[in-house]
């Protein structure tokens, strides 16, 4: 989380300069959920989409987008969990 603040606070810098640029963050699907089995990963989560609006806001005079990607589960341990509980089972395309 630390490093998505920073990385961006230091970009924006030279993207303020040229009054152009693009900057994208990583979220995750747990970025708009509880991620109950997971509270740190969720809250991390929560913190990039919460910093990249953020900044969104205070970039867009200087013509900088700065968007989130939030991709859906990949099949891990740590998403084990989440896949078998009936309440947060989310459709698979």
Do not use: C, W
């Amino acid at each position: 989380m630390n490093a998505t603040y920073y990385m961006a606070h230091e970009v924006a810098k030279v993207m303020s300069e040229q009054q152009s640029g693009k900057i994208i963050n990583i979220g995750s699907m747990q970025s708009y959920h509880a991620g109950k089995n997971i509270f740190p990963y969720a809250a991390s989560k929560h913190g990039v989409v919460g910093i990249t609006r953020a900044y969104a806001d205070a970039l867009a005079p200087y013509n900088i987008q700065m968007n989130a990607l939030s991709p859906g589960y990949i099949r891990t341990d740590m998403t084990k969990v989440l896949e078998e509980d009936p309440i947060n089972k989310r459709p698979r395309n």
